[in-house]
């Protein structure tokens, strides 16, 4: 518990022991060694939440870690987490099962005649597993004195209710039966209060949208989520050789795309050379897909077997397995309070994906998601004596910053190919700030009948998916999933879509017991929380269960 633990109160609380939560936490304590920090994070262990591609633009790290430790690059974890250096970076488009293309050239023509697409270039970028940066840097944070609590999630945000000021943030009660009722392990969730409260939660974050809604903070458009699934999987040292380490590529096209004839989803596959004969293979899809029988589980089976992948990958074994969602909204989603901008309000502001930060000319939220977590340090230590401008501070940072000039540039891309899909959106967006800003559905609504024509012959095994992601939660607690209403599911989900989520939940949460969908797994869940984005009567709800459960990622 929190240093003054009398009172349960420090300087600064920050929610979430992700890249953008941690990096707060260390350049707070390099720039203001005195202050009290305490990050608490739901996972049982550092890194165990965390999932990412991930290539890494290494340029924020460097900043942060060469004030907070000098001489850090000499050091055994940097060596392990940033071993793999990009020098071969493909795009490919993909047509049907079997044939490839190159379309390098076209970023980089893009990026000669600077056009949004050229932004998509990776060399000199690191391959990295989030897991192990998230753990390395919850292991400096923690040597520089803050405090880093795992197995701890936080449920609500406590306001003043004259003022609006954020007093502290409310933990998950632990030790509830599954009707609610208190066990002799009970122990309630306190409140740890603060004078500044940090929302790093990462995508959808449960306590950071209840202080949206509180604090009345608007976004221009509504935020639009895909859900990436990925597999890392062990290779022969001849295929690894095949692919080449220091190689990624990004694939368009097959089994998500296929210009005029279908299907027409936004994403795409990729495939990332790591460390000792590990690839990373993962599909990403936009989670505004129309198709009622859609898994995205489903489409990265197809991309597996497709002539270009499957010669890397083909008998190799899959060691860890993973889902979660990224923000695609970008710049006019970003929560922002009305009056004046701020992305956050008073002493409470909002990092990394759960503000939105990720470019989605580039897919990549990691680097906005630590230098976001700079400028709060720097707008935490400036406003100490006034908590109350810090939101404003923060704002003002990160509009001066990268991270701002980077969200701007990709600003009305997604919504484009969200508006037109992918075949007219794709070359329109090449217009990107000549465009206006397109007013698009929420991701729920795109649901139709229509079904996904490339339907691998097998399902997906969903149940040694979820055994790869090592997840888990106590049996004995409340479901964190809730169905709102049981009888939109039976009179309405069931007979038109027959029962999407029970499809597309990547951890197979739900399932029909006696004419009822229900969320009857809850312990297999990988809080990915596709599930309350997608439910086309947006039906569910996602609750944080207590800490400590959900997956096990090591090397993701
Ligand atoms: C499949 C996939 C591929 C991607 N590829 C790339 C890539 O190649 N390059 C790139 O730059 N970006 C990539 N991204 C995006 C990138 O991973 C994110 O932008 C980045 O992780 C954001 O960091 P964060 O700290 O904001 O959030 P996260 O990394 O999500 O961390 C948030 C942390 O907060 C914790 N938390 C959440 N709620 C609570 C709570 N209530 N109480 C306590 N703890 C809580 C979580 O457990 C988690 O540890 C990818 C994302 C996905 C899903």
Redesign the pocket.
Known sequence: MPNDKEHNKVSVLI???????LAAAIQLKTIKPQLDVCV????ADLGN?????????AEPLHTLLDSAVPGWEDSDAAKDVLASKIDKDNIMFLLGKKLSFNIFFAVKLAKIFHLGFGQMLHKGDYSVS?SKL?KWMGQIAKELGAEVLTG????DIILDESSDKATGVKLVDQGLDKEGNKQPNFVEGEVIEADFVVL????D???TEKFIEKANLQRKSNQLYSL?V?ELIKVSPEQYNKFTSGRVVHAMGYPIWTPVIGPGMFGGGIVYAGVQEHISV?M?VGADWKYCDFNVQDALTNFKNHRFVKKFIDGGTVVEAGA???PEGGFYAIPREPETGSIGKGNCVI????AGF?NMLK?????N?IDSGIQAAEAIAETIDNPERAAVRYTELVDRSNIAREMYSARNFRQTVAKFGPLQGMPLSVFGGLLPKFKVEEDYEAMTIAPYRLKPNQNFDKDTFTAMAATGHREEQPSHLTILDSDICKTKCTPIFNSPCITFCPAGVYETIHDEVKPANPSNCL?CKTCQRKCPFDNIRWT?PEGGGGPRYKRM
Do not use: Q, R
């Open positions: 929610v979430g022991a992700g890249p953008a939560g608490v994070e739901k996972g939440h965390n999932l990412s591609g991930a290539v890494l633009e989030i998230t701890f999630a936080a449920e790093a939660e990462g995508c974050g449960l306590v990436g990925k993962g990403i979660k969602m990224i990092l990394g994906d759960s990720v897919i990549k939220g990691l680097h998601a809080h944080v």
